[in-house]
């Protein structure tokens, strides 16, 4: 049965565009070096492995807004490596950060049938204009200055009435730049449009201290995280959303509804997850060491790619301006695969995206390939 005319057709998966460069660079000896998705691959603590086998959590259903024990947990981390205060009855799970971004429109268009509108960074993570698309709504990007901040002055009284959400992101993917998460606060207040602070890369901020939406109050604003990056747990889906507690309750409320909930297991080892600092401590050095060697690799060749404020991604600029055709040489040079910037929105189309997700062993190969270091 096809769809109908003007129908939704799901558009090509980002990554799915990548095949032809990945077989290319599968053709070095050794394998294609794949620094396009970030997915991290180093393991996860022990005992967060301990606790996902033997929590006993697997047989009854489990709380869709997390357990007791879940929400204190990531309230926990909050006060101890965000230095703010949240209630634990303003925490609630989602399974991993990606449904929460893809879904929140449609749960918000619920509650205020009048908008239409998601806002979101110009060069961003795909999933926030995806959001409005899945749910038949506008997706408006904002534009971003060259540290890539949001620029709400740019957002005209049209959409800012429209709008049921600003999403805003720190440290941001692709390019690692540091909000202005104040100004996007009060934004946000001042025109009487949630703010939603994806802040899943926030234990990997390098200039400065981490700093989350929250420290400038709960009213209006809620910022999602996620310990997919965090704790190396992409493959067990969980993460949190906390904030505004009315918009929190509600959103909880309707995800309940509608069935969502992460795994009585994975709940039990996010606890584990979120008491523990010491293995994201070892992790922020593996990224930063990544960061700093593959800036060197890509000076042999003659790039500059300059290291993020945080997030552990390189976002360089192509030679002529060509992300494909950047791609395409790294790929058959390299035997590396990288993201195009155009994956990030068409303010990105110059640049592409190497993600530090893979071990020490992989950077050597592509130095000896390219016979730089
Ligand atoms: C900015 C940003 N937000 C959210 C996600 C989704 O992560 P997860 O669903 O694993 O929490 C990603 C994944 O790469 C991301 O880069």
């Given at each position: 049965m096809s769809a109908e005319p003007g129908g939704f057709v799901p558009p090509p998966y980002p990554y799915d565009r990548l095949r032809e460069l990945e077989a290319l660079a599968a053709e070095h000896p050794g394998g294609c070096v794949d620094?396009?998705?970030?997915?991290?691959?180093d393991p996860p603590p022990a005992a967060v492995v301990e606790a996902l086998a033997h929590?006993?959590?697997?047989?009854g259903y489990p709380p869709s807004i997390g357990s007791p024990a879940f929400r204190a947990a990531a309230s926990g981390w909050m006060q101890r490596r965000l230095g703010v205060a949240i209630d634990p009855a303003q925490v609630a799970a989602c399974i991993g950060s990606k449904e929460f971004v893809a879904g929140l429109p449609q749960w918000l268009r619920l509650r205020r049938p009048g908008r239409d509108t998601v806002l979101y960074p110009a060069?961003?993570?795909p999933t926030y204009a995806m959001g409005a698309t899945l749910a038949g709504c506008r997706a408006v990007a904002v534009p971003v200055d060259e540290a890539f901040?949001?620029?709400?002055?740019?957002?005209g009284p049209g959409d800012a009435e429209r709008a049921l959400c600003l999403w805003v992101n720190?440290?941001?993917?692709?390019?690692?730049g540091l909000d202005d998460l104040a100004a996007a606060a009060a934004w946000g207040r001042a025109h009487d449009v949630p703010v939603f602070s994806d802040?899943?890369?926030?234990?990997?901020?390098?200039?400065?201290p981490a700093r989350t939406i929250l420290e400038y109050g709960t009213a209006g604003v809620v910022a999602v995280h996620s310990l997919s990056k965090r704790s190396n747990l992409a493959g067990a889906r969980v993460g949190c959303y906390a904030g505004d507690a009315e918009l929190v309750t509600y959103l909880s409320e309707v995800r309940k509804h509608a069935g969502f909930m992460v795994a009585g297991p994975v709940q039990a080892a996010a606890v584990a997850a979120w008491e523990d600092d010491e293995h994201v401590d070892l992790q922020r050095s593996r990224y930063k060491a990544r960061l700093a060697r593959t800036q060197r690799i890509l000076a042999g060749i003659d790039i500059d790619a300059p290291l993020p404020q945080?997030?552990?991604y390189l976002w360089v600029p192509a030679p002529d301006g060509d992300a494909w055709a950047f791609a395409r040489r790294l790929a058959s040079e390299a035997g590396v695969l990288a993201s195009p910037g155009?994956?990030?929105?068409?303010?990105?189309?110059?640049h592409v995206r190497f993600a530090m997700v893979r071990p020490d062993e992989q950077l050597d190969l592509v130095a000896r390939r390219l016979g730089v270091e």
């Open positions: 620094l396009s998705v970030g997915t991290p691959t929590s006993g959590a697997e047989r060069v961003s993570y901040r949001l620029d709400c002055s740019a957002i720190t440290p941001g993917n692709p390019a690692g802040e899943c890369y926030v234990e990997f901020t390098w200039d400065g945080g997030a552990f155009d994956f990030y929105g068409d303010a990105g189309r110059d």
